[in-house]
């Protein structure tokens, strides 16, 4: 029995077209069994949900030493969309779940399945990219433009306090016009701040995931897949789902390895997501081990402690005195002794302000 989390820490979109293996992904990232099938079931099911722990072995050398009742190691929560086909109406699909994440993996067809129609009759990646960019940038644009619409009635009514607003939003406006996405816009904390409510989809950063054929496994996604990405600033990787869903589903690790090998796969599909997710979001670890819990976290690059607290909890945010740490490095090379830590000076006292780094141990002292 798991212990239901109070928030959730990282959330992931999976999103695409139709048919194009998106439960079948969440069911090779998570491991659990989506029901998959070979017709579309629109817009009417509800999205799968799931979490996949990252391993670290870190935390479980820190585990070994601090001796905690409990490891939580860090956790990416998935929603599995309903497909998003071209000229998708804004009012016909319910977008809710994938607003307030973090990121999207966007899932494209590249397998052959004759029994599985694909909704423009052929396979075409590069195409089914750059629909999905578009339909992004469209839904956006729906959103940006009816809020400009309801400013500009205020202001025609004498109420000026949102022309910040208004001008952020005309740049965007301009900008999705192009058929651009917002990630590639840069905005200020103020404004990112007033963008935040409306989730804008083709703000958020991108994964497009090459679903390829079990016949292409070794070869990979193809060079004009690659390049489309790159070209619309959209990260990318490849891994056949249905192979890789019946990998995620074998629980004897010798038996998973030599089925990997035989097949010419070095790394499972988790593997290669997570480590795609981090560079994607630039994310960071670090840890907290006092009290009965050994957790990792995840953070972007950059956070300050303050930040870190956080993600821990408002109170300890709110009553912010001092962050206690010390790094993995120097734990080990003070050979996982606390008191050699402490006695060669290795224990940093903190404020607000410091920078997280990877692999920082932090204790955060506060007051409430
Ligand atoms: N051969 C092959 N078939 C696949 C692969 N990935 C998915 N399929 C098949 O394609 C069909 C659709 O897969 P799903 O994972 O349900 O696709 P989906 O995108 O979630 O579909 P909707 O949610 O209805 O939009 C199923 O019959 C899968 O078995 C693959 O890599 N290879
Ligand atoms: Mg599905």
């Known amino acids: 029995m798991g212990t239901v989390p109070f928030f959730i ?16 992904v969440f069911n090779a ?19 799968n949900l799931g979490a996949v722990k990252i391993p670290d072995e870190k935390l479980q050398k820190l585990a070994d030493i601090f001796k905690p009742k409990k490891i939580t190691p860090a956790t990416i929560d998935f929603v599995d969309m309903v497909g998003i086909s071209k000229d998708a109406k804004a009012e016909e699909i319910d977008l809710t779940p ?30 089914d990219l750059r629909v999905i960019n578009t339909e992004l940038i469209l839904l956006d644009l729906n959103v940006v433009e009816t809020r400009i619409e309801r400013i500009q009635k205020e202001l025609q009514r004498g109420k000026k306090e949102n022309q910040k607003e208004l001008d952020m939003l005309k740049k965007c406006q301009e900008h999705l016009s192009k058929e651009k996405p917002l990630r590639e816009l840069k905005f200020d904390s103020e404004q990112n701040a007033m963008l935040r409510g409306f989730q804008l989809l083709s703000k958020k950063p991108m994964l497009a995931l090459a679903n390829i054929d079990e016949g292409h496994i070794k070869t990979g996604e193809p060079d004009r897949f690659a390049h489309t990405a790159e070209g619309l600033g959209i990260s990318h990787i490849a891994f056949c789902g249905k192979v890789e869903a019946e990998i995620a589903r074998l629980d004897d690790e010798e038996l998973k390895s030599s089925f990997m090998q035989d097949l010419g796969i070095t790394e499972t599909a988790r593997g290669k997501f997570i480590k795609a997710n981090s560079s994607l979001l630039d994310l960071i670890t670090f840890y907290t081990v006092k009290g009965e819990e050994s957790k990792a ?21 709110r009553g912010f005195i001092k ?4 790094n993995f490095k120097e734990l080990t090379a003070c050979d996982f002794d606390m008191n050699k830590v402490k006695s060669e000076g290795k224990l940093k006292l903190e404020g607000k302000d410091y920078i997280v780094e990877d692999g920082d141990i932090i204790y955060f002292r506060f007051s409430v």
């Not at 820490?9 to 439960?23: C, F, V």
């Not at 995840?298 to 956070?303: A, K, T, V, W």
């Not at 962050?323 to 010390?326: G, K």
Request: proline share 4%; glycine share 12%; aromatic share 6%.
């Open 323 to 326: 962050a206690e740490l010390v």
């Open 98 to 127: 994938i607003k307030d994440t973090d990121a999207l993996v966007c899932v494209i067809r590249f397998f052959k399945n004759d029994k599985v129609p694909h909704p423009y009759g052929d396979i075409d990646g590069v195409r």
């Open 9 to 24: 820490e990282m959330k992931i979109g999976i999103i695409g077209l139709p048919l194009s293996g998106k439960s079948t």
């Open 29 to 47: 990232l998570t491991g659990l069994n989506a029901e998959v099938k070979e017709f579309s079931s629109g817009g009417k099911t509800k999205p």
């Open 297 to 317: 976290w995840l953070i972007e690059r950059g956070s300050t402690t303050y930040v870190a607290a956080g993600k821990i909890h408002s109170d300890i945010q």
